[in-house]
């Protein structure tokens, strides 16, 4: 084969579809990686700094507003970023975070395509409930996870590499070389180039060692 190794364009993201449940989700064939996070993590930023758009993700004032899984496709066909429903947001009803944990568990539980998991963090305040609970669950599933340390223009380096450090040891110890962890700014532009080699690593299984941290 004399073809050259294919290369994913971020920057060619096109919204796919939302599903409220998992039968409405696209055929579950090809690789997908998904994004979570806490409501007012920054999650819609990032996907939005990872694709070079401006409003791919929506991003809201109100967190907590998106309630549907998201689908954006790439420009080789049947790789897809998902944008999972944030939640854990003190507005947000228990009774609607209880709906949006039980589809985003079945999705986690269920999705044969997923290879891997993209947990977004605000680098000031980590390891919140939601974030120890898609911990356990990549534990519980073997399924690779790339934390996210977000805002992180909010801090300086010392403060950011202190964290970073931590979380790092911490996750390492639970999860070995199943988990990752990067600093990262959406407004800055910091880490968008490591963000993208991890998610070329996962769907592009070649592209393997390609990775810096």
Request: aromatic fraction near 6%; charge should be positive; hydrophobic fraction near 40%.
């Amino acid at each position: 084969m004399t073809e050259e190794t294919p290369k994913i364009h971020f920057n060619t993201a096109k919204f796919q579809i939302s599903a409220s449940k998992l039968n409405q989700c696209p055929e579950d064939i090809g690789a997908e990686v998904a994004f979570a996070g806490r409501s007012n993590a920054g999650k819609s930023s990032a996907i939005n700094a990872l694709t070079q758009q401006t409003s791919l993700a929506r991003t809201s004032k109100t967190p907590g507003r998106t309630q549907l899984i998201n689908f954006f496709s790439l420009n080789i066909e049947g790789l897809r970023i998902v944008d999972l429903p944030g939640y854990g947001y003190a507005k947000v009803p228990v009774a609607m975070k209880q709906h949006w944990q039980q589809h985003l568990d079945e999705y986690l539980q269920k999705r044969q395509c997923l290879q891997g998991v993209v947990l977004v963090m605000d680098i000031r305040h980590p390891m919140k409930e939601f974030d120890e609970m898609m911990v356990g669950w990549c534990q519980a599933t073997g399924i690779p996870l790339h934390v996210l340390l977000t805002k992180a223009d909010k801090l300086k380096r010392g403060p950011q590499q202190n964290t970073l450090l931590k979380l790092r040891k911490e996750l390492k110890a639970v999860l070995g070389d199943k988990v990752s962890v990067q600093v990262f700014s959406a407004l800055k532009k910091q880490g968008v180039d490591v963000l993208q080699n991890r998610l070329s690593s996962w769907m592009l299984p070649e592209e393997d060692g390609a990775v810096e941290e």
